[in-house]
T-cell receptor, first 111, second 112 residues
Framework: DAKTTQPTSMDCAEGRAANLPCNHS???????VYWYRQIHSQGPQYIIHGLKNNETNEMASLIITEDRKSSTLILPHATLRDTAVYYCIVRVDFGNEKLTFGTGTRLTIIP | NAGVTQTPKFRILKIGQSMTLQCTQDMNHNYMYWYRQDPGMGLKLIYY???????DKGEVPNGYNVSRSTTEDFPLRLELAAPSQTSVYFC???????????FGPGTRLTVT
């Protein structure tokens, strides 16, 4: 699985959009970008994933650059409950049962 | 649906004791996983199962055993507990047609 680089921590004002970057410059053509988050002491929660097109669901949007070397997770209207550690994971899906979590970005939503 | 449930929530073991961490899912998922998370670190895969009767090792299987006799249950057995097994243990599951994993609330284990 390709290595990812994320900022250690970020702050965002409540109600604003939170933009979390992830660099994955060595990504291969068959690797997906996944985002999970972990709210303090809870189990990780799946957010969104994509291959090369931008994706949106009820929780977030995922923007992947055209060269696929980086991506941004967008939480459109951050709330205090979005305070968590966010993990960007790049992985091949087929035949791969390993989900490798790095150290992620600690996002703090400021009231 | 309750999703993925784990018991117990907390446990303290003495060195050399054994215990079983329970994991149950009610989503009829074929795939199930056990991870451990050490303080300040990411998750590491211990064991996984692609269906009843089939299990395989992950990154850090030493000191653990698993079994999968039903689709719903995937218990993790610790034999001869060691301080290095102090961690938070998460169970997860996924459906066969998608790769998103759904996690339980975790079991916090301390071995002293």
């Amino acid at each position: 699985d390709a290595k990812t680089t994320q900022p250690t921590s970020m702050d965002c004002a409540e109600g604003r959009a939170a933009n979390l970057p992830c660099n994955h410059s060595t990504i291969s053509g068959n690797e997906y970008v996944y985002w999970y988050r972990q709210i303090h002491s809870q189990g990780p929660q799946y957010i969104i994933h994509g291959l090369k097109n931008n994706e949106t669901n009820e929780m977030a949007s995922l923007i992947i650059t055209e060269d696929r070397k980086s991506s941004t997770l967008i939480l459109p209207h951050a709330t205090l409950r979005d305070t968590a550690v966010y993990y960007c994971i790049v992985r091949v899906d087929f035949g791969n049962e390993k989900l490798t979590f790095g150290t992620g970005t600690r996002l703090t939503i400021i009231p | 649906n309750a999703g993925v449930t784990q018991t117990p929530k907390f446990r303290i073991l003495k060195i050399g004791q054994s215990m079983t961490l329970q994991c149950t899912q009610d989503m009829n998922h074929n795939y199930m996983y056990w991870y451990r998370q050490d303080p300040g670190m990411g998750l590491k895969l211990i064991y996984y199962s692609v269906g009843a009767g089939i299990t395989d090792k992950g990154e850090v299987p030493n000191g653990y055993n698993v079994s999968r006799s039903t689709t719903e249950d995937f218990p993790l057995r610790l034999e001869l507990a060691a301080p290095s097994q102090t961690s938070v243990y998460f169970c997860a599951s996924r459906a066969g047609f998608t790769y998103e994993q759904y996690f339980g609330p975790g079991t916090r284990l301390t071995v002293t």
